[in-house]
């Protein structure tokens, strides 16, 4: 787990909700900490007070009714809607005893329609605290829909919702130095909030490679960034995700682009055989944008709009045979 900081507001408001309301939803991209958030919170509830029951959506829960509470209801397959709801609910104050039941829900943007049904119910009945997290859809727009009765958690007010976003330069800085150990040199924050956006996840990735590969060192009393950047394993592998998405043919011309770019746009031109409105595709993906800069118009690699940076623009070039070439 990485180091949890810069979130006292955050956690103070969630905090306030699960205790003295129906609960909290915690929504935002990727990397920015829901899951940190939803555990610090749960560390700071009285046992002798809330019982605290995890679960956690993933894509292949999704594909079972109920899936996601597995984990509490056990083979629940063959039960219908009414059966579920008894039986989730009777299982939480089971555990409960004469405690407050916590249901906390990871990934709920990953609920399936029943499952996602089962929370809402429990909300709106009031005497379950849920703490659920969800990734933005604005985020990441090539994301299956998420369930209207997730969505409603909030938006019916059953739910405190708050909207976590990566940290700014000063969050960044606590981060970096939490990581490291010590304070940290303005121009290596400067820069490794440029490359990351302040997400508090590739921050953590890219600082904890950079201590192994010594390109983050001591000196002079501050750490300092020494070296280029580079896309630690995990980063790469976590970004292939998303690019697994894209035709052979996109990912090749996308990954020319990360290698050259930036491209001026007169030049700029689909490799065949992409779709001629691939540009357009990208863009609303987040894979490419256009940028301007000296006066000149140009396309640039940045990934995914899930994972927007330049640290992660780099993972496309990584996946060349080029790119793997760099130190």
């Known amino acids: 787990m990485g180091a949890f900081v810069a979130r006292d507001e955050e956690l103070r408001t969630t905090l306030a909700a699960v205790v003295a309301r129906r609960g909290t939803a915690i929504v935002g991209p990727p990397g920015v900490g829901r899951t940190a958030l939803l555990s610090a919170v749960a560390r700071r509830l009285t046992t002798s007070r809330f019982e605290v029951v995890w679960t956690a959506a993933t894509q292949a829960s999704r594909q079972v009714p109920f899936g996601a509470f597995r984990s509490v209801l056990g083979a629940c397959d063959r039960l219908d809607d009414h059966q579920a709801y008894g039986a989730l609910h009777t299982e939480l104050f089971r555990r409960a005893g004469a405690r407050i039941p916590v249901l906390v829900i990871d990934d709920a943007h ?48 059953y739910l405190e919702r708050l909207d976590l976003a990566a940290f700014g330069r000063v ?16 121009a290596t924050v400067d820069c490794l909030h440029q490359w990351t956006g302040g997400n508090p996840l590739l921050l953590t990735e890219l600082v904890r490679h950079a201590r192994v590969s010594r390109h983050l060192v001591a000196e002079g009393g501050l750490w300092r960034w020494r070296g280029p950047l580079t896309v630690p394993p995990r980063l790469a592998e976590l970004f292939d995700h998303e690019l697994n998405r894209l035709s052979p043919a996109d990912h090749d011309t996308l990954a020319a682009v990360a290698l050259g770019e930036p491209l001026p746009l007169p030049s700029w031109k689909p490799s065949p055989p992409a779709s001629p409105d691939a540009s357009k595709t990208w863009r609303a993906k987040g894979c490419c944008t256009p940028s301007t800069g000296r006066g000149a118009s140009s396309w640039c690699a940045w990934g995914s709009r899930c994972w927007a940076p330049p640290c992660v623009g780099a993972c496309p070039a990584a996946a060349t045979p080029t790119g793997r070439r760099t130190p």
Not at 171 to 186: C, D, K
């Open 110 to 157: 990953r609920l399936d329609d029943r499952g996602a049904a089962l929370a809402l119910g429990l909300a709106a009945e009031g005497v379950v605290r849920l703490m659920v997290a969800a990734r933005s859809q604005s985020a990441c727009p090539a994301d299956p829909p998420v369930s209207d009765a997730v969505v409603a958690l909030w938006k019916d007010g």
């Open 171 to 186: 969050g960044t800085q606590q981060l970096i130095r939490s990581l490291a150990g010590g304070p940290v040199a303005q």
